[in-house]
């Protein structure tokens, strides 16, 4: 693979992070739109928000299949289109079960696509010899500050949801499917044998739990910022309702600034010291939050959980690429289902200890889960061996 072919993967793999980033904000900070559009009971409406992740959970494990037959640079060729067909499509309907075929669409076709493109961002990694990881996890922040950005104009404006995807998926569409033409990977078939025997063969879930935990830890953390900063700022610190949208734009620019620097942290102190940084400033942050006597004090909180968690899902891919440098597609999408388990499991475990307990008790839980990727960090990689035995490449090859 020559240089010039590398930064063409990387470029349009960068672009695909950035469009998934912008469609999934387009759907989840527009389910109250989708909600009134459709006429979902409250009841009703967790039961379609509980079985998108499920079905992405089942995506994934469909991709793991389909990559041993063709590359995963095919199925994210493909997978992405679906993606925005499926969001226009739950803006185009008018009845119930057009909007749960639409996310039921959407669901399946965004865990190939998550599992498709980490697949591809894992073995760019290892053929750049340094960390380039969290900026693709950047585009796909950056993706999505501008797509929550684009639901609020249209809730600004009282646009159909239609209305509001339709320019976004004309523009988007076609730019993925030319971006799509350079979709690489960082080395064949030949070279993937090339790795030691233990991790060339089958995935061991035996060795893979401990970035199975930490995934799914790194989304519960997330999850709980995403569901409950607004209601916590409100309703536990007082804010006015102006104020509490801003922790979670607040929390998703940290992210992107993070993912954006964080490369240059993993070259220089490796991958197991950017982890425990980043767990222990997350940890702080969620202590900050729990014990914060104001709004403002509780947003300084969501900004540190900004900053330690965004480093976290990045390195948790790139490690389960180092661990398997042989069967690397099958381990990232096995990794990827903890994506969606800690998705699910996050909101409403936060939503039923705050009404047991207490909301301030509540944000204790993701603490101790977020100190708990501490223990496991040593399997993010013997720190002199950042980027996989035998795989790095020479300093003088560096491109990009």
Same mark, same amino acid.
């Given at each position: 693979?020559?240089?010039?072919?590398?930064?063409?993967?990387?470029?349009?793999?960068?672009?695909?992070?950035?469009?998934?980033?912008?469609?999934?904000?387009?759907?989840?900070?527009?389910?109250?739109?989708?909600?009134?559009?459709?006429?979902?009971? &409250?009841?009703?409406?967790?039961?379609?928000?509980?079985?998108? +992740?499920?079905?992405?959970?089942?995506?994934?494990?469909? #991709?793991?299949?389909?990559?041993? @037959?063709?590359?995963?640079?095919?199925?994210?060729?493909?997978?992405?289109?679906?993606?925005?067909?499926?969001?226009?499509?739950?803006?185009?309907?008018?009845?119930?079960?057009?909007?749960?075929?639409?996310? $039921?669409?959407?669901?399946?076709?965004?865990?190939?696509?998550?599992?498709?493109?980490?697949?591809?961002?894992?073995?760019?990694?290892? =053929?750049?010899?340094?960390?380039?990881?969290?900026?693709?996890?950047?585009? *796909?922040?950056?993706?999505?500050?501008?797509?929550?950005?684009?639901?609020?104009?249209?809730? %600004? !404006? &009282?646009?159909?949801?239609?209305?509001?995807?339709?320019?976004?998926?004309?523009?988007?569409?076609?730019?993925?499917?030319?971006?799509?033409?350079?979709?690489?990977?960082?080395?064949?078939?030949?070279?993937?044998?090339?790795?030691?025997?233990?991790?060339?063969?089958?995935?061991?879930?035996?060795?893979?739990?401990?970035?199975?935990?930490?995934?799914?830890?790194?989304?519960?953390?997330?999850?709980?910022? /995403?569901?409950?900063?607004?209601?916590?700022?409100?309703?536990?610190?007082?804010?006015?309702?102006?104020?509490? #949208?801003?922790?979670?734009?607040?929390?998703?620019?940290?992210?992107?600034?993070?993912?954006?620097?964080?490369?240059?942290?993993?070259?220089?102190?490796?991958?197991?010291?950017?982890? %425990? $940084?980043? /767990?222990?400033?997350?940890?702080?942050?969620?202590?900050?939050?729990?014990?914060?006597?104001?709004? !403002?004090?509780?947003?300084?909180?969501?900004?540190?959980?900004?900053?330690?968690?965004?480093?976290?899902? +990045?390195?948790?891919?790139? =490690?389960?690429?180092?661990?398997?440098?042989?069967?690397?597609?099958?381990?990232?999408? @096995?990794?990827?289902?903890?994506?969606?388990?800690?998705?699910?499991?996050?909101? +409403?475990?936060?939503?039923?200890?705050?009404?047991? !307990?207490?909301?301030?008790?509540?944000?204790?839980?993701?603490?101790?889960?977020?100190?708990?990727?501490?223990?496991?960090?040593?399997?993010?990689?013997?720190? +002199?061996?950042? *980027?996989?035995?035998?795989?790095?490449?020479?300093?003088?090859? &560096?491109?990009?």
């Amino acid at each position: 693979m020559t240089d010039a072919g590398l930064r063409h993967g990387r470029a349009s793999l960068g672009l695909s992070f950035g469009v998934q980033g912008v469609a999934f904000a387009l759907l989840v900070t527009r389910i109250p739109a989708i909600q009134d559009q459709y006429g979902i009971s &409250d009841g009703l409406l967790p039961v379609f928000l509980a079985a998108v +992740p499920i079905l992405a959970g089942a995506g994934s494990v469909a #991709t793991e299949k389909v990559v041993a @037959r063709v590359r995963p640079g095919v199925v994210l060729r493909w997978s992405q289109p679906l993606v925005l067909l499926a969001l226009l499509g739950v803006g185009a309907g008018r009845e119930v079960w057009h909007v749960a075929v639409a996310l $039921g669409v959407f669901g399946l076709a965004v865990g190939a696509l998550d599992a498709s493109m980490n697949m591809l961002g894992v073995s760019l990694n290892r =053929a750049y010899g340094r960390s380039i990881m969290l900026g693709f996890h950047a585009a *796909y922040s950056l993706g999505g500050i501008a797509g929550a950005s684009l639901a609020w104009a249209g809730a %600004r !404006w &009282d646009l159909s949801l239609l209305a509001s995807y339709l320019p976004v998926v004309v523009v988007l569409l076609p730019a993925a499917l030319v971006g799509s033409r350079w979709y690489t990977e960082g080395e064949g078939p030949k070279e993937r044998e090339r790795g030691p025997a233990g991790a060339g063969g089958a995935v061991s879930f035996r060795l893979l739990l401990p970035l199975c935990l930490v995934m799914s830890f790194a989304y519960i953390g997330d999850s709980t910022v /995403s569901n409950w900063s607004a209601k916590y700022l409100q309703d536990v610190l007082g804010s006015s309702e102006q104020l509490a #949208t801003v922790p979670y734009n607040v929390y998703m620019v940290t992210t992107l600034l993070g993912r954006a620097v964080g490369d240059l942290g993993v070259r220089r102190f490796g991958a197991v010291a950017v982890v %425990r $940084g980043g /767990s222990l400033l997350a940890a702080g942050g969620f202590a900050v939050v729990a014990v914060a006597p104001g709004a !403002w004090v509780g947003m300084l909180g969501f900004t540190m959980l900004g900053f330690g968690l965004c480093v976290i899902v +990045p390195q948790t891919f790139a =490690a389960a690429g180092r661990m398997f440098p042989g069967n690397s597609d099958a381990a990232v999408a @096995r990794l990827n289902i903890f994506n969606y388990v800690g998705f699910l499991v996050g909101s +409403p475990l936060v939503g039923a200890l705050g009404d047991a !307990w207490s909301y301030r008790g509540a944000m204790l839980v993701p603490m101790v889960l977020v100190l708990a990727t501490l223990v496991y960090a040593r399997a993010f990689g013997p720190e +002199p061996a950042r *980027y996989g035995g035998g795989h790095e490449r020479p300093h003088t090859a &560096d491109v990009g």
